[in-house]
Nanobody, 122 residues
């Protein structure tokens, strides 16, 4: 069973950058595909991106493609979300998630973190 803890959220201005981290417990971190989701006020949670266990496969939502980068350090049991050129519409609570495959983490994650708030002012 994996436990996920996000960190790195905060208040930034439009155009700034921010890096989120997701630290996972357990010894089998590399066996999990990981993903990022976000939920803005009054909206449904949406997929941001995902990364395979070895980091070789990544997917991104069209809304963040070219601005956000997902990476992972399996030695540190940590996944990252580098967010550049932030926009006010990126304001949301960001969640990390884990599952067995990138398809599964997007469709039905097994594990969720508690979320971290990102606020982008204009």
């Amino acid at each position: 069973q994996a436990q996920l803890v996000e960190s790195g959220g905060g208040l930034v201005q439009a155009g700034d950058s921010l890096r989120l981290s997701c630290a996972a417990s357990g010894r089998t971190f590399s066996s999990y595909a990981m993903g990022w989701f976000r939920q803005a006020p009054g909206k449904e949670r949406e997929f941001v991106g995902s990364i395979s266990g070895n980091g070789g496969i990544r997917y991104y939502a069209d809304s963040v493609k070219g601005r956000f980068t997902i990476s992972r350090d399996n030695a540190k049991n940590t996944m990252y979300l580098q967010m550049n050129s932030l926009k006010p519409e990126d304001t949301a609570v960001y969640y990390c998630a884990a599952s067995s495959t990138t398809a599964a983490v997007r469709a039905r994650p097994n594990y969720w973190g508690q979320g971290t708030q990102v606020t982008v002012s204009s």
